[in-house]
């Protein structure tokens, strides 16, 4: 059976850079959507599925803002509405295209998924430091054949780092320092502060710190799947106030199906801000680690997915920032599901 998603929401669809005069497809929650923009620039959303005969719209043009379907040539304009069918046949004003919600913002296209009439911009969570002025960022987009929630347990329990990333984010002592988990409402923060622990290969390349440090992970998880890390260290016993980012990423985990993730990722930072050597250093040791998340995370899916034993997934204390959100979500979705009037399509 098909995963359920929560569907009143914003889920990151792809870089606003990715959307120019050639039009984007990309599946979202199950459902292919053609992204494209409008005469004025702005971003339009409507299913990829053509209303007529299910062919793909993107197989056609985009001109002046509207779509012709590649197949029989019915067009359609940004907000879906049929605007012409070949051979001058009639149609019915129901005949249309379902169109999506859809917003730029901190370098993103948002789209909402559910009702329109609940998409409000303000629900948008803040990734402003993809582009706030004083801050510099690089960024990417990794396909990983999981299910979104695995990848946020990941992000949400940074005691992986000590086995998964050892060239990179690792340091040894990360596993003996206990995440101090609070629930706020819908938000869960965690934090683990580390002092006097071995530097991070991160650190030392990026900061020069290449002694003992004092260390902070920050984390911050937001529904459905946003995860913000604020993480930082000093040289240990130094004064850089605890809390202070050295760096912050921002992660979006955009379900593609029940079983891919389009995993949106940026690292910002708000020093040396004009310096591609530490661009490339956090760049670089970024995607080696993601890489190194995605490897592990892939073989989880897979053994998950072909495991008959019924054994459910076990937590202990360190899983409890995931356990938490996975229970947020869970109860939104079904809070949603239970009013099914309120849904759209
Ligand atoms: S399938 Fe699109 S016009 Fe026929
Ligand atoms: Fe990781």
Redesign the pocket.
């Known amino acids: 059976m098909a995963a359920s998603f929560l569907r009143n929401c914003w889920y990151v669809a792809g870089w606003a850079n990715e959307i120019t005069e050639r039009p984007l497809v990309r599946t979202i929650c199950n459902e292919p959507i053609l992204f494209f923009r409008d005469q004025d620039g702005a971003v339009r959303a409507v299913s990829d599925r053509?209303?007529?005969?299910?062919?793909p719209?993107s197989s056609?043009f985009i001109e002046k803002g509207e779509i012709t379907?590649?197949?029989?040539?019915?067009r359609f304009d940004g907000q879906g509405r049929c605007v012409h069918v070949p051979g001058g046949l009639s149609f019915g004003s129901t005949f249309a295209v379902r169109a999506f919600p859809a917003q730029q913002m901190h370098g993103f296209i948002f789209i909402w998924m559910g009702d329109p009439a609940k998409a409000d911009a303000a629900l948008i969570p803040d990734f402003s430091e993809n582009e706030k002025p004083g801050w510099v960022a690089v960024r990417d987009m990794l396909p990983v054949a999981c299910n979104y929630q695995l990848l946020a347990d990941n992000l949400l329990d940074l005691t992986h780092v000590v086995y998964v990333h050892k060239t990179t984010l690792g340091g040894s002592q990360v596993t003996d320092t206990p995440l101090d988990v609070t629930v706020d409402g819908d938000v869960v923060r965690a934090e683990r502060f580390m002092k006097n622990v071995d530097t991070a290969p991160i650190y030392k390349a990026a900061r020069g710190l290449d002694s003992k440090i004092d260390r902070w992970q920050i984390f911050e998880w937001r529904a459905p799947s946003y995860i913000k890390l604020t993480l930082g260290a000093r040289a240990a016993g130094t004064d850089l106030p605890y809390g202070t980012p050295v760096h912050r990423v921002l992660n979006a985990l955009t379900p593609e199906t029940d079983a891919t993730t389009h995993y949106f990722w940026s690292t910002a930072r708000n020093w040396a801000l004009d310096d591609p050597k530490v661009d490339a250093i956090y760049f670089n040791m970024t995607v080696e680690a993601f890489n190194e998340d995605k490897a592990i995370a892939e073989q989880q899916q897979r053994y998950i997915a072909s495991d008959t034993s019924g054994a459910p997934l076990i937590a202990f204390a360190f899983d409890k920032a995931g356990q938490s959100a996975r229970r947020i979500l869970r109860g939104k979705i079904e809070e949603e599901e239970a009013a099914p009037l309120a849904r759209a399509g």
Do not use: N
Not at 50 to 55: D, E, F, M, N, S
Not at 69 to 74: D, K, N, R
């Open positions: 053509c209303p007529h005969r299910k062919a719209l056609g379907c590649g197949y029989h040539g019915i």
